[in-house]
């Protein structure tokens, strides 16, 4: 996945963000998780920890696992750092044995987001940790984890890509068709959205074939008002309707020839690239024009 590195310009909309020694630090109010009281969200671990308070010092009460719901039942108390990131806590009601219980939680350890299909299979995708490059020509990164279960919350499979955090706002997903593609049920679509000028928006998605995940081409769209934009668009084999097995990733970048005005002439170029899927992987292709 190709990234662009910007400078933040549009500072009223972008949360408070520090990155320290020890991560990603956010504000206590801002989560790309998008809770608020009174929302359901899903564990994302093997084993959850549930603390008598909001911190790590607390006495742990309970334990939560993989795929379990909770309930969001207060605003954000002041977080930790764990897995190399930071998240803040949350009060949380949940079922257990029968009864209705409460306990606080890290909310890194709840799924991003989960979609359900009409055999019941979940797809959670979340935050599996925070990862510091040693070496200054790669990026830090949150290894982001797609975990498949089945109606009874037992682990099928699961599958990873690196999502290099730039300033987006919030996150959400989506569960489409196969679009097309040969040996694939479904696709998972990942959105993490910007709200701010020159922070890019970014689609992942995953295919699952009955057997696997199967990270697909990713895109993303970036902007600064008057000044440039970068635009991906992606067609799927049912979308474009060409060939069979092709992925199309249609390309536009536009700068401005003059930033000074309010209704700037762009300088566009417009690209194609190719990927073709055999079932079970892809590859990108040089097609002759």
């Not at 709840?110 to 979940?122: F, I, Y």
């Not at 895109?219 to 668009?233: C, I, L, N, Q, T």
Request: glycine letters at 6%; one cysteine or more.
């Amino acid at each position: 996945m190709k990234t662009i590195n910007f400078a933040i310009v549009c500072l009223g909309l972008f949360p408070m963000l520090l990155k320290a020694q020890d991560g990603i630090t956010f504000e206590d109010d801002f989560n790309l998780w998008n809770i608020e009281k009174g929302q359901t969200a899903s564990v994302f671990v093997e084993k959850a920890y549930i603390r008598s308070g909001p911190g790590l010092n607390m006495k742990v009460v309970d334990s939560l696992t993989l795929g379990e719901n909770v309930t969001i039942a207060s605003a954000p108390f002041k977080g930790n750092t764990i897995k190399n990131f930071y998240a803040p806590w949350y009060q949380i009601s949940y079922h257990s044995d029968g009864q209705l219980k409460q306990g606080f939680i890290w909310l890194g350890l709840l799924a991003l987001g989960k979609q359900t299909d009409k055999e019941g299979l979940q797809f959670l995708f979340g935050f599996e940790r925070f990862i510091k490059q040693q070496n200054e020509e790669q990026q830090d990164h949150y290894l982001t984890t797609v975990k498949l279960l089945d109606a009874q919350d037992s682990l099928i499979t699961s599958q990873s890509y690196p999502f290099v955090f730039s300033g987006q706002l919030s996150s959400q997903s989506k569960l489409l068709p196969a679009m097309g593609l040969n040996n694939v049920k479904q696709i998972l679509r990942m959105e993490f959205l910007s709200g701010a000028c020159a922070v890019p928006t970014e689609y992942n998605y995953m295919a699952w074939t009955g057997q696997k995940l199967i990270n697909l081409p990713s895109r993303y769209s970036v902007s600064d008002a008057g000044v440039f934009y970068y635009d991906e668009k992606i067609l799927f084999p049912s979308e474009h309707k060409r060939n069979n097995q092709l992925i199309y990733k249609y390309i536009e970048e536009g700068e401005a020839k003059d930033d000074s005005t309010l209704d700037p002439d762009y300088r566009i170029s417009k690209r194609e690239e190719y990927f073709q899927w055999d079932g079970d992987k892809f590859v990108k292709l040089t097609l002759p024009k």
